[in-house]
């Protein structure tokens, strides 16, 4: 009995090493993803970071600089 998957309308049940590469390659592309998120929020993170950094240095600036 098939499912309609391409796998099992050619005629291949899926069985042994093809199942586990696919698999392999699915676990590979998942753990890329998530590699490339965690990077981006890390840097944003970072951004945000120097940002804060910065505003809070010009406003001590300004602080001093009104200081008669």
């Known amino acids: 009995m098939t499912h309609g998957c391409d796998a099992c309308a050619n005629?291949?049940?899926g069985t042994g090493s093809d199942?586990?590469?696919r698999a392999d390659r699915a676990t590979r592309a998942g753990w890329a993803a998530i590699a490339a998120i965690t990077g981006v929020?890390?840097?944003a993170l970072i951004a945000v970071a120097v940002a804060t950094l910065v505003g809070i240095l010009a406003c001590f600036g300004?602080?001093?600089?009104m200081d008669p």
């Not at 300004?62 to 600089?65: E, P, R």
Request: glycine letters at 16%; aromatic letters at 0%.
């Open 11 to 13: 005629g291949d049940d």
């Open 19 to 21: 199942v586990v590469e």
């Open 41 to 43: 929020l890390g840097c």
């Open 62 to 65: 300004i602080v001093v600089a």
